[in-house]
């Protein structure tokens, strides 16, 4: 019996929250995998039924052991299997005929185990969606709802102290996510849910993700990922996190993986799987921490319920250095160091010592200690500053005056309603203990600090950028109308540049000449210099066999350069077919940009723009979004550019229009979403900009029939 959406989001809400659990495989000794989740139900107070199965007891801890699944008296919400891998199968079987619909499953010997474990696990998934049973693993730790109490884990995580707070955590990792829970509760900010998805047989981590974030007691969501197969479900879930107004923090590993493909394409050679990945959750308003320990420092600036109005930081500091440091960091991350308004100087001109520095950073000094009126009235003042939109204050050591320090930052908080973080070095771990009780955000190193501001405007700066663009959703374009005979592969210059036009992509003219006598005719129709380039299926980067002539303009140099092209391609590419030569008038634009489209894997079609030419490659100064995306989310592509100067005039050349390009770029996405079925790769290099906007001269467009029913797209 396959379960419908609506039936399996219920019970995967019952799952997490279930009523009751029976424990296939429970163990008397708690000491035991198949023991601890009882030991930690019992312990940690869980109020619904326990039901044990194991034919080698009548009872464990007091409670009835029932010899089988069939046996049960009633059928559980969730079971947890703790049995050889074997068994599990059968297991699943006999929880389907049971009626029971939810199970994690803590046993290994599946997909991690090689291809004889990969088949057993496909075998157990098949099995499980005939029998209805949605599964968590297998090879997985459980989870934890701490609202609950309930413990369908043996994770040694849950031996300390687990109350609950504000946070969803999902880990594909078991004892790498361990380590992250134990340092969230070190920190104090408490685990709401605590999930480990396993292998992800069934259950994935959007999936588990997207029910625990509708728990109104959830602040933020945070996740560690080692892959990504669905990239429509973490689109999807990032949006539903946008509407409810929770940040989701990745850490995601791989990041310096050579993804890169063999492709006809520059934008298929550019799009590493890291690279994609990082653009798209950017897309979407996801953060990204680098390691556990930025995921700890984002979270914690997210958790509390102040938001940044704006990216403006303001520092107050015992040490000029360190407010230089931070200052350094901050230009890098994007936040803007803003100066002071003249009245916030005033106020503090009336508090600060003579020898203290009033700009931003303010630098108190150390004389707050004899008189701590002068770094409260000095912090409240800078927060009060309308460019202000998130402050820090750093200090040192302070092990003597811990008790004024707390209270002084105390008042602080009660005056002002702008967020604001103490970094704390070498800080007395009762001292950090205080503040956080309080709840104020205490980081022990500046740019740490500086970085977890920066995330929290970077949210704050997305959900005001989602909220202006409205709720209308993105749609692609209507499907062009293609012959019926297409044949994949390489498609010709012609037709490829008629379908894009049609699409409203600003394309160069073209023709195609099958000797010198058309090639000299469509020179003589262009009316001035002409491009000449080979046209072949198996020639996809021209340049690279002197398949590309420019600016010819009389008629011995167009029939020499046609029979020139043919000469070099032959030579370079005995076996490529040759159609012939593109005559093409010479376009105008001083930049010079690359666009592109490949259909990832993962995410469906990706479109790319960077800045152009022969080294493009080698640059590889490019932008990354997911189709479709309208000029809003282009002209953010723009300002990802590492040379994105060029387009706003250098050296007496004049700006171009970005808004020009930004409607091509989004009109481009909108043809490249509802082409995702038949097209592979397409590659515009080079589009040239110049005072009448964007035109691609060269077009190199692959179709490649996707015979999947993949989601990437959806």
């Known amino acids: 019996m396959t379960l419908s959406n609506l039936d399996r989001a219920e019970v995967v809400k019952r799952l997490i929250h279930?009523?009751?659990?029976?424990?296939?495989?429970?163990?008397?000794?708690?000491?035991?995998?198949?023991?601890?989740?009882?030991?930690?139900?019992?312990?940690?107070?869980?109020?619904?039924?326990?039901?044990?199965?194991?034919?080698?007891?009548?009872?464990?801890?007091g409670m009835r052991c029932h010899p089988d699944i069939e046996s049960l008296p009633e059928a559980a919400d969730l079971a947890i299997i703790a049995v050889p891998a074997a068994e599990v199968l059968g297991a699943v079987e006999a929880l389907g005929r049971r009626g029971i619909r939810a199970a994690v499953i803590f046993s290994s010997g599946f997909g991690e185990m090689g291809a004889a474990g990969r088949a057993r696990e496909e075998a157990l998934a098949q099995r499980a969606r005939e029998c209805g049973v949605v599964l968590c693993g297998p090879n997985c730790l459980g989870f934890i709802n701490a609202f609950d109490k309930v413990y369908a884990t043996f994770s040694q995580y849950a031996d300390g102290e687990t109350g609950p707070g504000p946070i969803a955590f999902v880990t594909q990792s078991g004892a790498f996510g361990t380590a992250i829970a134990a340092l969230v509760r070190q920190r104090g900010l408490g685990l709401g849910y605590f999930i480990n998805t396993g292998n992800e047989a069934d259950l994935g981590f959007s999936e588990l993700m997207g029910s625990v974030i509708e728990d109104p007691r959830i602040r933020v969501a945070a996740g560690y990922l080692e892959g990504l197969e669905d990239g429509a479900s973490l689109v999807r879930l990032a949006q539903r996190c946008q509407e409810l107004g929770k940040p989701l923090v990745l850490t995601k590993v791989g990041r310096m993986a050579s993804g890169a493909r063999a492709a006809a394409s520059h934008t298929g050679a550019l799009a590493v799987e890291d690279a994609v990945f990082d653009a798209v959750i950017r897309q979407y308003g996801v953060l990204r921490a680098r390691n556990e320990e930025q995921m700890l420092d984002m979270l914690e600036a997210l958790s509390q319920p102040r938001t940044?109005?704006?990216?403006?930081?303001?520092?107050?500091?015992?040490?000029?250095?360190?407010?230089?440091?931070?200052?350094?960091?901050?230009?890098?991350?994007?936040?803007?160091?803003?100066?002071?308004?003249?009245?916030?100087?005033?106020?503090?001109?009336?508090?600060?010592?003579?020898?203290?520095?009033?700009?931003?950073?303010?630098?108190?000094?150390?004389?707050?200690?004899?008189?701590?009126?002068?770094?409260?009235?000095?912090?409240?003042?800078?927060?009060?500053?309308?460019?202000?939109?998130?402050?820090?204050?750093?200090?040192?050591?302070?092990?003597?005056?811990?008790?004024?320090?707390?209270?002084?930052?105390?008042?602080?908080?009660?005056?002002?309603?702008?967020?604001?973080?103490?970094?704390?070095?070498a800080a007395p771990q009762e001292a950090l203990r205080r503040l956080r009780a309080l709840g104020i955000v205490a980081y022990t190193a500046g740019e740490r600090a500086v970085e977890a501001a920066a995330a929290l405007a970077r949210w704050n700066a997305f959900r005001q950028r989602a909220a202006a663009a409205g709720r209308q959703a993105l749609r692609p374009a209507a499907l062009p109308a293609l012959p019926t005979d297409l044949r994949d592969g390489v498609q010709p210059t012609v037709q490829a540049t008629?379908?894009?036009?049609?699409?409203?992509?600003?394309?160069?003219?073209?023709?195609?000449?099958?000797?010198?006598?058309?090639?000299?005719?469509?020179?003589?129709?262009?009316?001035?210099?002409?491009?000449?380039?080979?046209?072949?299926?198996?020639?996809?980067?021209?340049?690279?066999?002197?398949?590309?002539?420019?600016?010819?303009?009389?008629?011995?140099?167009?029939?020499?350069?046609?029979?020139?092209?043919?000469?070099?391609?032959?030579?370079?590419?005995?076996?490529?077919?040759?159609?012939?030569?593109?005559?093409?008038?010479?376009?105008?634009?001083?930049?010079?940009?690359?666009?592109?489209?490949?259909?990832?894997?993962v995410f469906g079609m990706v479109v790319m723009v960077g800045i152009g030419g022969v080294l493009v490659e080698v640059l590889k100064?490019?932008?990354?979004?997911?189709?479709?995306?309208?000029?809003?989310?282009?002209?953010?592509?723009?300002?990802?550019?590492?040379?994105?100067?060029?387009?706003?005039?250098?050296?007496?050349?004049?700006?171009?229009?970005?808004?020009?390009?930004?409607?091509?770029?989004?009109?481009?996405?909108?043809?490249?979403?509802?082409?995702?079925?038949?097209?592979?790769?397409?590659?515009?290099?080079?589009?040239?900009?110049?005072?009448?906007?964007?035109?691609?001269?060269?077009?190199?467009?692959?179709?490649r029939e996707q015979h999947t029913g993949s989601e990437a797209g959806g």
């Open 18 to 61: 279930p009523r009751s659990i029976a424990v296939i495989g429970a163990s008397a000794d708690f000491g035991k995998i198949n023991g601890r989740p009882l030991k930690h139900l019992l312990e940690k107070g869980y109020a619904g039924r326990i039901l044990p199965v194991n034919p080698k007891y009548r009872e464990i801890a």
């Open 308 to 425: 940044a109005a704006g990216n403006g930081l303001g520092m107050a500091t015992q040490s000029g250095g360190a407010g230089v440091m931070m200052a350094d960091r901050a230009e890098e991350m994007g936040l803007a160091v803003p100066e002071l308004a003249p009245a916030t100087r005033a106020r503090l001109t009336e508090v600060m010592p003579a020898f203290g520095a009033m700009g931003n950073p303010v630098d108190v000094t150390g004389q707050f200690v004899a008189r701590p009126e002068l770094l409260r009235e000095s912090v409240v003042a800078l927060m009060d500053d309308p460019g202000v939109h998130v402050g820090i204050v750093w200090l040192q050591l302070m092990t003597a005056h811990v008790d004024v320090l707390v209270r002084i930052f105390g008042e602080i908080q009660a005056r002002t309603d702008k967020p604001f973080f103490v970094c704390w070095v």
């Open 498 to 601: 008629e379908w894009l036009r049609a699409a409203g992509v600003p394309m160069a003219p073209v023709a195609l000449a099958h000797d010198e006598d058309q090639a000299v005719a469509l020179w003589r129709a262009a009316g001035g210099p002409v491009a000449l380039k080979i046209e072949s299926p198996d020639i996809t980067h021209k340049t690279e066999v002197g398949g590309v002539l420019l600016k010819l303009d009389d008629e011995a140099a167009v029939r020499g350069g046609f029979a020139t092209l043919m000469q070099r391609a032959a030579a370079a590419e005995p076996a490529a077919r040759l159609h012939g030569v593109v005559v093409q008038g010479m376009a105008q634009g001083h930049v010079e940009l690359v666009v592109g489209v490949q259909r990832d894997s």
């Open 621 to 703: 100064d490019v932008a990354f979004r997911r189709a479709p995306f309208d000029e809003r989310e282009a002209l953010q592509m723009l300002c990802e550019l590492r040379m994105g100067a060029l387009l706003d005039g250098v050296r007496g050349q004049s700006a171009v229009d970005r808004n020009a390009i930004a409607q091509m770029l989004a009109g481009l996405s909108r043809w490249a979403a509802a082409m995702q079925q038949r097209l592979a790769e397409l590659d515009l290099n080079p589009v040239l900009v110049g005072p009448d906007g964007p035109v691609a001269v060269d077009c190199v467009m692959v179709l």
